[in-house]
């Protein structure tokens, strides 16, 4: 395929990008919540909404997974909340989020990615593995 680069926009075969970011929200074991990673970097708006909706700072997240969407100006958000599975891995974090943003609305399809990438996260430790 030919990838041609237009007004920071990736096109392939004609096709825009839908996928604008992948984050990382996470709350630690004394109940603080902050986004840890992101790619592209995200605008500060963006991510104090993320770590508002995503569960980490709510103690309830810590026995349950989750999934959210919502609009955020003029992207869909979409965030996947669980806790880890390998605590010796992340032994200061009890929650941990995957938010995506992207221009077009898929909950099933985004919100499974995101589970996805949670689960490498979780078993790698590593957000770019």
């Excluded at 109940?31 to 995200?42: E, F, Q, R």
């Excluded at 032994?91 to 221009?103: F, K, M, N, S």
Aim: aromatic share 8%; glycine share 6%.
């Amino acid at each position: 395929d030919v990838v041609v680069v237009k007004r920071g926009r990736r096109e392939m075969s004609g096709k825009v990008d839908q996928l604008i970011s992948v984050s990382i929200a996470e709350r630690d074991v004394n109940g603080d919540g902050m986004l840890v990673w992101s790619y592209p970097k995200t605008d500060p708006e963006l991510d104090r909404v993320t770590v508002k909706k995503s569960g980490v700072l709510s103690a309830s997240s810590e026995h349950q997974k989750q999934g959210v969407w919502f609009r955020h100006a003029s992207s869909w958000v979409y965030i996947y909340t669980t806790q880890p599975e390998d605590r010796g891995a992340f032994p200061q974090t009890t929650a941990l989020a995957v938010c995506l943003q992207a221009r077009d609305f898929h909950p099933d399809k985004y919100l499974r990615l995101a589970e996805v990438l949670s689960d490498v996260y979780d078993a790698s430790a590593s957000p770019v593995r």
